[in-house]
């Protein structure tokens, strides 16, 4: 299973039966709850698989997600670090990115499935892959961000152009890094119910389980679920800026 | 803490003043002076700066940037660098602390060629104040006067000891201390961005068109509480203006330089008001340099025993030659009186003394 092993909670697979037509006649069964398979939404349903699908899978799919940010974030930061001091890398690297972007997810996904299979590697390389041009050019435009008075201060004071960068243009970078971080792992949490088709992790499971089906209660479930948890991530995203740039605030403070 | 010059050690750092011949034997050392000079309470005062035959060339240019500049500004005191834009003058500046290298010819600070002290270390002991200010907007207003002392490894109590002092030196709150660039006034950042150029109590400032972006009236204040604080501290200033009014004003002398990096003309205001070595420099001090010289003369300078006549106009000792005779035109009175700073009654002038004081050479 590979990459998959190292998750650290079950995978054990969803069933997704349907009772055939040689049954005779029956009430299919959706995973409890008695719910009518008319029903729009069946709140007994969310209660009976609450603690065994829906927990289980949200897990799932916010470790997807941390993963992808995480990886895409550090190879961001060290391609635009690199981008800072050279132009050519820049325009190699944004042209690459850019294209990453515009290809289909469901097509990315499925074109890497020869080479790693219906792997979590899969699905990550797809994610991260998705996270550069957000992030990459964040970042730059944040290392970019210093005022030319503060540049021109901090040389003429002395420091050296690694001080300069790792004491003035980073830190400056902060909020537009963090900005772009917002973007990425919300586009990440919508991205990774799409991922599901390649391997069966996260709230998109249950959503393509939900899709051969007549019964809505999980489909609307586990997609209400995905967009809660990218509400929440932004939102922690947002506080995380805060704490970490106090300095914006008190700006914005003076102004109004 | 290591040594800041590496291999070289302290002789590559810059040698004491003249006002410190003990320190100049021992050679400069920025940490271990300042540790003592903070310890006793001294300071440094300003060194000498020496710019011999200076040029400038960029490649792909005819004309250098800088010819053949040749000046020396006294220690302890304030140069102004003045001309019009592309005249070189902040260049030249730049060319102290090695933002720019010279092509030919040497610049001394205390006899010592800032080609011979690593650049870094040069840099970090030369005060550098700039129109834009340059604050980090990330860093509190503390942070950012302890950017250099942090740099050289001062310990926190040091450089929060310092910041406070400083404070008080550019007569700021010392609760500023903990607010950000962004919640201060263009004065007071003004302010705390020559409290940073003097973290390190460095003999040198170079400041460009620092008081530039001000409004007229903020302007005049920081220039007067520059004036006053350079009495404290006695730095060795190159000043660049655009503003020959400024100049007049803050410059113990002034370097007036014309397109090419061409010294024009170097001296005192009242050199260049009274005797202007050419048509170019008469043109730049401007038509009205017969008043603006007034602004220099202080009306203490007259003294006679005569009382002052009763509804005469009166005005201190320290008031200038112009604004005596703006007040004596403006009022249509035949005399003025002169008193001390209290009021106390000193004298009283005539129109004509005024312009006989005029005619005279200053302090003749």
């Given at each position: 299973?590979?990459?998959?092993?190292?998750?650290?909670?079950?995978?054990?697979?969803?069933?997704?039966?349907?009772?055939?037509?040689?049954?005779?006649?029956?009430?299919?069964?959706?995973?409890?709850?008695?719910?009518?398979?008319?029903?729009?939404?069946?709140?007994?349903?969310?209660?009976?698989?609450?603690?065994?699908?829906?927990?289980?899978?949200?897990?799932q799919h916010i470790y997807i997600t941390a993963i992808a940010v995480v990886i895409g974030?550090?190879?961001?930061?060290?391609?635009?670090?690199?981008?800072?001091?050279?132009?050519?890398?820049?325009?190699?690297?944004?042209?690459?990115?850019?294209?990453?972007?515009?290809?289909?997810?469901?097509?990315?996904?499925?074109?890497?499935?020869?080479?790693?299979?219906?792997?979590?590697?899969?699905?990550?390389?797809?994610?991260?892959?998705?996270?550069?041009?957000?992030?990459?050019?964040?970042?730059?435009?944040?290392?970019?961000?210093?005022?030319?008075?503060?540049?021109?201060?901090?040389?003429?004071?002395?420091?050296?152009?690694?001080?300069?960068?790792?004491?003035?243009?980073?830190?400056?970078?902060?909020?537009?890094?963090?900005?772009?971080?917002?973007?990425?792992?919300?586009?990440?949490?919508?991205?990774?119910?799409?991922?599901?088709?390649?391997?069966?992790?996260?709230?998109?499971?249950?959503?393509?389980?939900?899709?051969?089906?007549?019964?809505?209660?999980?489909?609307?479930?586990a997609g209400a679920l995905a967009i809660l948890l990218a509400l929440v991530a932004d939102?922690?995203?947002?506080?995380?800026?805060?704490?970490?740039?106090?300095?914006?605030?008190?700006?914005?403070?003076?102004?109004? | 803490?290591?040594?800041?010059?590496?291999?070289?050690?302290?002789?590559?750092?810059?040698?004491?003043?003249?006002?410190?011949?003990?320190?100049?034997?021992?050679?400069?050392?920025?940490?271990?002076?300042?540790?003592?000079?903070?310890?006793?309470?001294?300071?440094?005062?300003?060194?000498?700066?020496?710019?011999?035959?200076?040029?400038?060339?960029?490649?792909?240019?005819?004309?250098?940037?800088?010819?053949?500049?040749?000046?020396?500004?006294?220690?302890?005191?304030?140069?102004?660098?003045?001309?019009?834009?592309?005249?070189?003058?902040?260049?030249?500046?730049?060319?102290?602390?090695?933002?720019?290298?010279?092509?030919?010819?040497?610049?001394?600070?205390?006899?010592?060629?800032?080609?011979?002290?690593?650049?870094?270390?040069?840099?970090?002991?030369?005060?550098?104040?700039?129109?834009?200010?340059?604050?980090?907007?990330?860093?509190?207003?503390?942070?950012?006067?302890?950017?250099?002392?942090?740099?050289?490894?001062?310990?926190?109590?040091?450089?929060?000891?310092?910041?406070?002092?400083?404070?008080?030196?550019?007569?700021?709150?010392?609760?500023?201390?903990?607010?950000?660039?962004?919640?201060?006034?263009?004065?007071?950042?003004?302010?705390?961005?020559?409290?940073?150029?003097?973290?390190?109590?460095?003999?040198?400032?170079?400041?460009?068109?620092?008081?530039?972006?001000?409004?007229?009236?903020?302007?005049?204040?920081?220039?007067?509480?520059?004036?006053?604080?350079?009495?404290?501290?006695?730095?060795?200033?190159?000043?660049?203006?655009?503003?020959?009014?400024?100049?007049?004003?803050?410059?113990?002398?002034?370097?007036?330089?014309?397109?090419?990096?061409?010294?024009?003309?170097?001296?005192?205001?009242?050199?260049?008001?009274?005797?202007?070595?050419?048509?170019?420099?008469?043109?730049?001090?401007?038509?009205?340099?017969?008043?603006?010289?007034?602004?220099?003369?202080?009306?203490?300078?007259?003294?006679?025993?005569?009382?002052?006549?009763?509804?005469?106009?009166?005005?201190?000792?320290?008031?200038?030659?112009?604004?005596?005779?703006?007040?004596?035109?403006?009022?249509?009175?035949?005399?003025?009186?002169?008193?001390?700073?209290?009021?106390?009654?000193?004298?009283?002038?005539?129109?004509?003394?005024?312009?006989?004081?005029?005619?005279?050479?200053?302090?003749?």
């Open positions: 299973m590979g990459p998959l092993a190292a998750l650290p909670f079950s995978l054990a697979p969803f069933p997704t039966e349907v009772p055939g037509p040689a049954q005779g006649p029956v009430i299919p069964d959706f995973g409890g709850g008695g719910c009518p398979d008319d029903a729009t939404f069946c709140w007994s349903w969310v209660r009976e698989n609450w603690g065994s699908q829906l927990v289980p899978h949200l897990v974030l550090v190879i961001s930061l060290a391609a635009a670090v690199l981008a800072y001091r050279l132009s050519w890398f820049e325009k190699g690297f944004m042209a690459f990115s850019t294209v990453l972007y515009t290809i289909p997810a469901l097509a990315f996904f499925l074109f890497f499935v020869p080479i790693t299979g219906l792997s979590l590697l899969t699905v990550e390389i797809g994610l991260v892959g998705y996270t550069f041009l957000l992030l990459f050019r964040n970042t730059l435009t944040g290392l970019r961000s210093v005022p030319p008075g503060a540049m021109a201060a901090a040389a003429g004071m002395g420091m050296t152009p690694r001080e300069i960068f790792l004491r003035i243009n980073l830190p400056l970078a902060v909020p537009s890094i963090m900005a772009g971080a917002r973007v990425a792992t919300v586009t990440v949490i919508s991205l990774a119910t799409i991922a599901a088709d390649v391997t069966p992790l996260g709230l998109g499971e249950l959503i393509f389980t939900a899709l051969h089906t007549v019964f809505r209660t999980e489909l609307i479930a939102a922690l995203l947002v506080l995380a800026q805060r704490a970490a740039t106090p300095w914006i605030r008190v700006r914005r403070g003076r102004t109004t | 803490m290591p040594h800041l010059t590496g291999p070289a050690g302290s002789d590559a750092k810059l040698p004491g003043s003249d006002h410190g011949a003990d320190r100049s034997a021992a050679g400069f050392d920025p940490e271990h002076d300042l540790l003592d000079g903070a310890a006793h309470g001294e300071r440094r005062s300003g060194l000498e700066i020496e710019f011999r035959n200076v040029t400038k060339r960029y490649p792909g240019q005819d004309q250098p940037a800088i010819t053949d500049l040749s000046l020396t500004i006294p220690a302890g005191t304030i140069c102004c660098l003045v001309g019009p834009s592309g005249g070189g003058k902040t260049t030249a500046m730049k060319l102290v602390n090695r933002l720019i290298e010279f092509s030919d010819g040497d610049i001394l600070i205390g006899g010592r060629s800032v080609r011979s002290v690593d650049v870094t270390t040069l840099r970090r002991d030369i005060g550098y104040v700039i129109q834009q200010v340059g604050l980090f907007p990330h860093m509190t207003i503390a942070g950012n006067i302890g950017v250099v002392p942090t740099l050289l490894g001062w310990s926190k109590e040091r450089i929060r000891d310092r910041v406070a002092e400083l404070l008080d030196l550019v007569r700021l709150d010392r609760s500023l201390a903990k607010r950000y660039p962004a919640q201060l006034s263009g004065g007071q950042q003004q302010r705390i961005g020559l409290a940073r150029a003097l973290a390190v109590d460095p003999p040198v400032m170079l400041m460009d068109e620092p008081f530039g972006a001000l409004d007229p009236i903020t302007r005049a204040a920081v220039q007067d509480e520059f004036l006053r604080l350079q009495e404290q501290i006695n730095k060795t200033v190159i000043f660049v203006t655009h503003d020959i009014d400024e100049a007049i004003r803050m410059g113990d002398s002034i370097a007036v330089l014309r397109e090419g990096g061409v010294l024009a003309q170097f001296g005192t205001a009242d050199d260049l008001l009274a005797n202007p070595a050419d048509d170019y420099v008469a043109d730049f001090v401007g038509a009205d340099r017969g008043l603006k010289r007034l602004s220099l003369r202080r009306l203490g300078e007259l003294v006679n025993g005569r009382a002052i006549p009763a509804g005469a106009p009166t005005l201190t000792a320290d008031t200038s030659f112009r604004i005596g005779l703006s007040v004596l035109f403006a009022t249509n009175a035949p005399v003025l009186g002169i008193t001390d700073d209290a009021g106390a009654p000193l004298c009283s002038v005539t129109l004509e003394e005024l312009r006989s004081a005029v005619a005279a050479e200053p302090g003749s």
